[in-house]
């Protein structure tokens, strides 16, 4: 396990990412104290899992996945409104 100094580390990043891709543990200190540590991803990274909360979110129901220019992604909100927004607003100003 390294550790280095801030303005070390930005001076020379190709350099420890290198140290980290070969299995290097780096310590990022700030004033003497360790503020960060670099290391390389674990097997289950993050993005496995938010995969895996997406899955699971989508198996209950609660979301579509899909692309965003996929209009059948897209399912309208269980919310209902009470009143339209126009009402609302003329409520509000007092145009009733």
């Keep these: 396990m390294k550790s280095v100094a801030v303005k070390e580390l930005k001076n020379r990043l190709s350099s ?6 070969g ?17 390389r991803p674990s097997s ?12 699971r979110l989508s198996a209950e129901g609660i979301l579509s996945v899909g692309l ?9 909100s269980p919310l209902r ?8 607003l003329n409520a509000e100003r007092g145009d009733r």
């Design 68 to 76: 965003p220019q996929d209009v059948r992604a897209w399912r309208p």
């Design 23 to 39: 299995g290097e543990v780096v310590l990022v200190t700030d004033r003497g104290n360790v503020i960060a540590e670099l290391r």
């Design 81 to 88: 409104r009470a009143r339209e927004s126009a009402d609302l």
């Design 44 to 55: 289950g990274n993050l993005l496995n899992a938010h995969d895996r909360i997406l899955e």
């Design 16 to 21: 420890y990412l290198r140290e980290v891709r």
